[in-house]
């Protein structure tokens, strides 16, 4: 296997309240001392398959990030391209151009995926060398509902009327939805990244939509093109602790979660010494 890997990072981070083009993203917020993308990136860079890494941000900001990172992306072999401008999609068919052209696999990893385990990558890599296209999943362990958006009127009509003469600060009531059903969620399962593709298939996949024959609309991964062209998709155990960051408490849950494991590390490590400095 030759693996390329691919990471799109060409989002705008809207529900992580992002700045403008030329302030941090939230894959370069600091995650226990080094930014999400690397920690994302550095999850490929010592496995033997891998023989090259694409990061593709967003074109406007391209050169920022490469005036902040270029150097140490450089160090570790990355090659940094522009991605898209608007969906995630549009991101790694740009990658796909920059693609080895002796690669036989590509991963596509999502750059706010910084904890992945290991063993999740061992398990899709080697079922991805029998199989054409390989995703990690966890079934739905909650209640689904399928809902609509409605219009708040009933809290608009018992305001407090009280709220007009009191200097308390209104709280938005936010957004409201109504139970249309209950999804049987005995088949779902939440798929994760990274996921890995027979290079040549999934160019097939995304030549779907550069030679017109299929709509991308409502396209939210790779595997959907693959599923599009009749392909077989297989899905091995994701992680609980594959973590997305999506919003700031995202960020704020994965800082506890490696701080938590660096303090089991360290534990682990003082045990050994102490009972080595005993053997002695």
């Not at 001392?33 to 891998?50: D, T």
């Not at 005036?67 to 991101?91: M, S, Y």
């Not at 385990?117 to 890599?125: H, K, Q």
């Not at 939440?190 to 024959?213: D, M, N, S, W």
Request: glycine residues 6%; charged residues 25%.
């Amino acid at each position: 296997m030759k693996l390329a890997v691919i990471l799109p990072a060409a989002g705008v981070g809207r529900r992580f309240n992002a700045g403008s083009e030329h302030e941090p993203t939230k894959i370069e917020k600091e995650l226990a001392g080094k930014p999400v993308f690397l920690r994302a990136l550095e999850l490929f860079l010592q496995r033997p398959q891998v023989k090259q890494v694409l990061l593709a941000v967003h074109p406007e900001r391209l050169e920022a990030f490469d005036f902040r990172w270029g150097d140490k992306l450089r160090f570790h072999g990355v090659k940094l391209i522009a991605g898209g401008t608007v969906e995630r999609w549009e991101t790694v068919a740009k990658a796909i151009d920059h693609l080895p052209a002796d690669c036989t696999h590509v991963a596509v990893h999502d750059a706010a995926r910084p904890m992945t385990p290991p063993a999740v990558i061992d398990r899709v890599l080697d079922a991805a060398s029998r199989y054409g296209a390989v995703v990690p999943g966890l079934l739905v362990s909650n209640t689904l509902k399928r809902v609509e958006e409605i219009q708040d009127t009933a809290s608009e009509a018992g305001a407090d009327p009280l709220a007009a003469i009191l200097p308390v600060s209104a709280q938005p009531a936010g957004r409201l939805w109504r139970v249309k059903e209950t999804v049987d969620r005995s088949a779902l399962m939440e798929v994760q990244t990274p996921q890995v593709f027979e290079a040549g298939l999934l160019r097939r996949a995304y030549a779907q939509i550069t030679q017109g024959k299929l709509d991308p609309a409502g396209i939210t991964d790779d595997a959907s093109l693959v599923e599009a062209l009749g392909e077989a998709v297989h899905v091995v155990e994701g992680d609980p602790m594959n973590l997305k960051i999506t919003r700031p408490q995202d960020l704020e849950l994965a800082a506890a979660v490696l701080e938590k494991r660096e303090s089991a590390r360290a534990a682990q490590l003082a045990k050994k010494r102490l009972f080595a400095d005993e053997e002695d």
